[in-house]
């Protein structure tokens, strides 16, 4: 089973600034990976997948890079409401699919 | 607009029962596979199955096999999950999502508000 990891477990920034998120797996998922916000009461959004296309919608502020097994998520300025928790998610081996645990967004 | 509104959720007794159930609009139903996932209270997402366009292929997570089954109901646009022996670490919130096919794999890009699982006596 692949495992994802995230770092850092929370971040702590204040509107305007740029986010970093990381995400490392277990083993290579080529670039099968998708990033997703989610907000408190609400379902996850697909903001990014395949390692670094924008889904459909989604603010040009969002970046992602990486293959392997390496990956980063970026907000290049945050706005307020990109403060939430995101999530990386595998999908090398489909249908199944695995996530990782998580990095809360905070304000600073 | 994709529409997915999952229902059938409540509170059940460890050992019992349950069967939920996603009601799809806004998209052509039997043109995708569709999967269930959940997330316990405070706690991060988990895929728990996956059924594909005409029920050919069901997966499922180890934690479920063999007490979920996942089916779906292409005349009627809707999707279920018969969940039975039922126990303590069920309780979650329980979403349908769908997979879109993008260039090179397929990823669930349009997923329910959610129903809550509580599993308690």
């Known amino acids: 089973e692949i495992v994802l990891t995230q770092s850092p477990a929370t971040l702590s920034l204040s509107p305007g600034e740029r986010a970093t998120l990381s995400c490392r797996a277990s083993?290579?998922?080529?670039?099968?990976l998708a990033w997703y916000q989610q907000k408190p009461g609400q379902a996850p959004r697909l903001l990014i997948y395949?390692?670094?296309n924008r889904a459909t919608g989604i603010p040009a502020r969002f970046s992602g890079s990486g293959s392997g097994t390496d990956f980063t998520l970026t907000i290049s300025s945050l706005e307020p409401e990109d403060f939430a928790i995101y999530y990386c998610q595998q999908r090398s081996n489909w249908p199944l699919f695995t996530f990782g645990p998580g990095t809360k967004v905070d304000i600073k | 607009e994709v529409q997915l509104v999952e229902s059938g959720g409540g509170l059940v007794k460890p050992g019992g029962s349950l069967r939920l159930s996603c009601a799809a609009s806004g998209f052509t139903f039997s043109a995708h596979t569709l999967n269930w996932v959940r997330q316990a209270p405070g706690k991060g997402l988990e895929w728990v199955s996956s059924?594909?366009?005409?029920?050919?292929?069901?997966y499922y997570a180890d934690s479920v096999k063999g007490r979920f089954t996942i089916s779906r109901d292409n005349t009627n646009n809707s999707l279920h999950l018969q969940m039975n022996s039922l126990r303590g670490d069920d309780t979650a919130v329980y979403y349908c999502?769908?997979?879109?096919?993008?260039?090179?794999?397929?990823?669930?890009?349009?997923w329910g508000q959610g129903t809550l699982v509580t599993v308690s006596s």
């Open positions: 395949d390692a670094s």
């Open positions: 999502a769908r997979d879109y096919y993008y260039d090179s794999n397929a990823y669930p890009d349009s």
């Open positions: 083993q290579s998922v080529n670039n099968f």
């Open positions: 059924i594909s366009r005409s029920s050919t292929y069901i």
